[in-house]
Structure formats: C-alpha cells, structure tokens
C-alpha cells in the first residue's frame, strides 16, 4: 500500500468515526490499566461487566491493595486467567505506591515495570489515558495490517513498527483506535465483511468476501 491508499484508508475511517476511543469504560488511568490487564485474552464486554463493580470498592492502588486478592478475585472471577490476574494486579499496585506514589506512569520504560504489564498494554496506555501517538499491535491490528497492505509484518513488533512508520502522522494517535475497531467489526478473522468494508478498493487482500 502506497503513501496515497494510506491516507485514503485512514480519512475515510476518520470520517467514519471522528472521535475514536477504547471500548473498555474507565474513569481514571489507573481505571483503565487494570481495565486493560483484564482484558488480555477477554473480550471488553466481559472486562465491562465486572469493572462497574470492582471500581466502586476498590478504584485506587491504595484501595486495591486493602481489598486484598481473595477480595479481588471475587470480582474478576469470570474473567479468563482471573487468578494470574489478580496476583500481577496487586503486584502493581503494590509497586505503584512504592515508587511512583501511587499514580499512573506516563512513560513506556515505567509501564513495563509494572507486573501484568507488557508492551501491548503499556501503548494502550500511553496512547489512550495519555495522548501519545503509540499503537498498540493486537490480534485485530495484526489482521488488518497484513490483510489490506498498510503494514504487513510476520510479528506484532515488525508490524507495529511499519505502522508507527507508515501511518501519517495526523492520525496517528487515533490509529490504534480506528484499526481495532475495523479489525474487531468488519475485518474479522473468519469471514471479512468485505462488502460493507468502506476500504474495500484500495485493500490488496487477495481473498475478498464481496458478495
């Protein structure tokens, strides 16, 4: 995909959704961080269901840790992989009283500090709760980028790498948002919905499901 399709690709998803934003509800940074270490290998929707909850007891470090990881785990239990879960969620809490007087790092290096915490989640962060032009590279971003040529890659970090290269740099920072959403609603893995796909003409996606 040349530099023209990928400012075509990325006006028209602009024009389709000005305003980008996580599908995770939040409040707060620290609200979002354990929102998204939730979310790993969990959809949204199932992280939104127990939040609300959690979130009304427990919405700081220092609250997090009182509640305590039985407590904890009561909460997100209906979360796949909850009890590793729990363990990396205290575990950061922890650290973040420690050492960073118990608010949310603003920096990549600090982020990965924290357990439960890799580079996927900390560019959710970075870019979501902080405004910086990162992108996170999950399953859907993954798909899309080598599906319709904007940054094909054969590992997250390589395609992570050509989109913080490729994507122009007006929208970057609401990349990460618009490709998530086209991977997780249009481009789907099974069965692309390539027919109600507004980048359909200029996609290089050889198998096109144009009905």
Known sequence: MNAKQRQTLFSRLQANNPEPTTELNYQTPFELLISVILSAQATDVSVNKVTPKLFKVANTPEKLLALGETKLKSYIKTIGLY??????????????????????????????????VGRKTANVILNTAFGQPTIAVDTHIFRVSNRTGLAPGKTVRIVE???LQNVPKKYKKNAHHWLILHGR??????????SQCIINDICEYPEKNIE
């Open 83 to 116: 009890n590793t879960k729990a363990s990396n969620i205290l575990k950061a809490c922890q650290l973040l009283v420690d050492k960073f007087e118990g608010t949310i790092p603003a920096e990549r290096q600090a982020l990965e500090s924290l357990p439960g």
């Open 185 to 194: 609603y249009v481009c789907i893995a099974r069965k692309p919905k390539c």
């Open 161 to 163: 790498d050509n989109l």
